[in-house]
Structure formats: structure tokens, C-alpha cells
């Protein structure tokens, strides 16, 4: 991949404050977290996660679009402050859909073993990645059930 480490960890930390996924932690949560990730510039067209592969890593997307396409061929739009590739580290099954760059993107990287020690030190993460599960679930829920 391309561009990894372009900014240092103040720089990567004020990129944070704008992730509604990281609003309330402290400074030094959000130096902790600019710590553990890599920044990363991908053109538009790259594959991010293939579905049926094995994950590794979350991405925070800091800037551009990304194309989500489901296991029920639905297309779906991630944008600037949201994130994706976590369902494979929390149940270690393979990536459950094909994640592409729509755009020209900006993401943060975080492994997984970055990913379990940000869990367990900061529970407002915890929460706000079960929230947007949450939120997607239903949504997936509703699509499903208009083609029903
Ligand atoms: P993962 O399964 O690791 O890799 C593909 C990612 O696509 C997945 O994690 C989620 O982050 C994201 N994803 C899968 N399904 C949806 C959905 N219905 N809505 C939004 N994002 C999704």
C-alpha cells in the first residue's frame, strides 16, 4: 500500500478529534490511538478488504468514499469519520464483504493487536463500535426485509 506514515503522532491525533468514533476520549487516548495507527493514502480503486479473505486490520477512513458491496450484493457508501474491517478481528471470520476506494482516500490503520488493547483501554470505543454494529444491523435488517 501506498503513503503509510506521512504524519506524526500530534499530526495523526489531530486527525482523531474529527472521528465521532473517538469523540470524548482524552488527549492522552488520542495520542495513545495516533500512536497505534498508520496513516495511509490509497487511490481511488483499491481493494481494502475482499470478502471471504482473512482480516487483519480496521480502517478509520480520515478522508474520500468507500464502496462497501454485502454478500447480498447491496452497495453501500462509507465516508469521512467512519470505519470498517472490524468484524473480522472481533469474531476472527473472514472479511464479510468487499471494501473498495471510491475516491482518492485517507485512512488510519489499526491491527489487531492495536485494535484489542484500544478495546480494552477505552470503553467509549467499545461502545461506539457496538453502536454503529448496532445501527447497521438494523439497517441490513431493513434492506432485507424490502426485498422480502
Ligand atoms: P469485515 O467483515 O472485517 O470486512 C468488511 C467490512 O465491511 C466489515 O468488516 C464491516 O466493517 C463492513 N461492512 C460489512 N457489512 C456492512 C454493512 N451492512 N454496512 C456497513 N458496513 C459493512
Redesign the pocket.
Known sequence: MTGVGLRGTSGKAGLLKNVQLFQGLSERQLQQIARLADEMDVPAGKVL?R?GET?HE?FVIVEGQAS?T?SQR?T?Q?GAGD???????LDG???????EAATPMRLLVIGRREFFSLLAEAPLISKGIMRTLSQ?LR??DAAFSTCT
Not at 470505519?83 to 478481528?89: D, I, K, Q, R, Y
Not at 471470520?93 to 471494501?99: I, L, N
Open positions: 478488504a470478502a482480516g480496521m462497501v454485502t447491496r453501500l462509507l470505519f470498517f474491517g472490524e468484524m473480522s478481528l471470520g473472514p472479511r464479510s464483504a468487499t471494501v447497521r439497517k441490513a
